[in-house]
T-cell receptor, first 113, second 114 residues
Framework: DSGVTQTPKHLITATGQRVTLRCSPR?????VYWYQQSLDQGLQFLIQ???????AKGNILERFSAQQFPDLHSELNLSSLELGDSALYFC????????????FGPGTRLTVL | ELKVEQNPLFLSMQEGKNYTIYCNYS?????LYWYRQDPGKSLESLFV?????AVKQEGRLMASLDTKARLSTLHITAAVHDLSATYFC??????????????FGKGTKLTVNP
């Protein structure tokens, strides 16, 4: 158990809908990262927040957005969902802006029908 | 853009045998990571390699890094069934904002057969 929690574990929704994925980092960690894992694209970095501020962006679609709240939990919002958005979404956390390790949560499996 | 290539992508081996997974990357990096993922599960941290010539070992797994060749290897010694999983290498790169991100290889799915 890495100490990173994600909810929900599974999410099934329809095309065109909007969902919110939630992540709570390990106690004391200020950085939160979001990754998408799909069969097509593999594991891809989406976005990073550090202490409430966006610090790095990867291959994140415009339909997706994220934020980190004062209590350091983070939410990833996915809108106008398409079939191709079906994937496993991981959150990871680390102590600082640059750290030796990122610790991964259990993931949220999103299925878009 | 940084590319991280792993090979092989699929590896089926017998218990007791040795094998090596290779990870090549296309740009300089300070750190290289190896993670393990069991089916439907999260990523488990295995090793972080910080410098040229670094070697780390844990049980039957040994990882090494050659920064000049931009190559890391994960060597499996006397494989056992419990090692069956997908193994990812990931390279850390700095971003414009002064932070960093991991770029992952496609993973090597290892199956150890009795």
């Amino acid at each position: 158990d890495s100490g990173v929690t994600q909810t929900p574990k599974h999410l099934i929704t329809a095309t065109g809908q909007r969902v919110t994925l939630r992540c709570s980092p390990r106690s004391g960690d200020l950085s939160v990262y979001w990754y998408q894992q799909s069969l097509d694209q593999g594991l891809q970095f989406l976005i990073q927040y550090y202490n409430g501020e966006e610090r790095a962006k990867g291959n994140i679609l415009e339909r997706f957005s994220a934020q980190q709240f004062p209590d350091l939990h983070s939410e990833l919002n996915l809108s106008s969902l398409e079939l191709g958005d079906s994937a496993l979404y991981f959150c990871a956390s680390s102590e600082a802006l640059t750290s030796s390790w990122q610790f991964f949560g259990p993931g949220t499996r999103l299925t878009v029908l | 853009e940084l590319k991280v290539e792993q090979n092989p992508l699929f590896l089926s081996m017998q218990e007791g045998k040795n094998y090596t997974i290779y990870c090549n990357y296309s740009t300089t990096s300070d750190r290289l990571y190896w993670y393990r993922q069991d089916p439907g599960k999260s990523l488990e941290s295995l090793f972080v390699l910080l410098s040229n010539g670094a070697v780390k070992q844990e049980g039957r797994l040994m990882a090494s890094l050659d920064t000049k060749a931009r190559l890391s290897t994960l060597h499996i010694t006397a494989a056992v069934h419990d090692l069956s999983a997908t193994y990812f290498c990931a390279v850390l790169i700095l971003t414009q904002g002064g932070s960093e991100k991991l770029v992952f290889g496609k993973g090597t799915k290892l199956t150890v057969n009795p």
